[in-house]
């Protein structure tokens, strides 16, 4: 027999999600900090597309050389370079009994190109997560953030800073500053999300897919929240 989720605070691990989860939201919500720990405790992969274009940008592959300045620029990849990377992401064999979506989809061409790929692989509709937030705690959560360069865990150097400083606590590896969290680039990040990636608010809400958390709240706070959320929606 299948366990269920548990929501209580020793939750661990649980049976697979068989279906796509998707966190909305704008940058430095707490996207990236709650699909980890969803996408661990399901035993699922964690798709961010953020994550998959730096990869492709350090390998020096062409989809990285064409993504680098734009993503310098804090503006949005075109969808046609994205649409691709995700529909061969999620065609591989870890992806089979669900996966948690981080930063996808970003526009209504995005939402709607997922809405088929998820039909044409037999899942349910999405549950879509809002990370609803007070946008002036953003640049704090943006410019503080610092990851570790082995294996990408998050910290914040106001909010939740490592226990050695520039270590990461599991590994030690070093922590660095994503280019696009430098205070200049905060402010057209936020304006791509108001302008193409905000109506995807109305868009999911019209399907009756939309779930809020409050993710002003603490990392704990808001990781039951996704909980119950996607305990509910089985
Ligand atoms: P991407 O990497 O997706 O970045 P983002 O969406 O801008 O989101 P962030 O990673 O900035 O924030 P987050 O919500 O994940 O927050 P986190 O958990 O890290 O995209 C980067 C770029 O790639 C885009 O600008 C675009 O160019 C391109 N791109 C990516 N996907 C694309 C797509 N689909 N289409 C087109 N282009 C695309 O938390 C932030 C900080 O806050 C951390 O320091 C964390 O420790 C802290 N924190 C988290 N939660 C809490 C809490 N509850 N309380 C206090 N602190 C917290």
Not at 20 to 35: C, R
């Amino acid at each position: 027999m299948k366990a269920a989720i548990s929501v209580g605070p020793d939750a661990k691990s649980v049976e697979p999600l068989d279906r796509a989860v998707v966190f909305l939201g704008p940058p430095g919500a707490g996207k990236g900090t709650q699909a980890k720990e969803l996408a661990g405790k399901c035993g699922v992969p964690h798709l961010s597309t953020g994550d998959m274009l730096r990869e492709n940008i350090v390998k020096g592959t062409p989809l990285g050389e064409k993504a680098k300045p734009i993503m310098a620029r804090g503006e949005l990849v075109p969808d046609s370079l994205v649409l691709k990377m995700v529909a061969e992401r999620i065609e591989e064999p870890d992806c089979w009994h669900g996966f948690v979506f981080d930063g996808f989809p970003r526009t209504v061409a995005q939402a709607q190109y997922l809405g088929v790929l998820l039909r044409q692989h037999g899942y349910k509709p999405p549950v879509v997560v809002h990370f609803a937030i007070d946008p002036g705690l953003l640049l704090r959560r943006i410019t503080g953030r610092r990851m570790c360069k082995i294996a990408g865990e998050i910290y914040n150097i106001y909010e939740r800073p490592p226990k050695v400083e520039g270590r990461c606590d599991n590994d030690g590896g070093e922590l660095e500053q994503r280019p696009d969290d430098r205070e200049e680039i905060v402010a057209p990040r936020l304006q791509a999300y108001e302008k193409q990636t905000a109506p995807l608010v109305a868009y999911y809400r019209r399907l009756g897919r939309l779930h809020a958390v409050d993710a002003s709240k603490s990392v704990a706070d808001v990781t039951q929240q996704v909980l119950e959320i996607v305990c509910k929606a089985r």
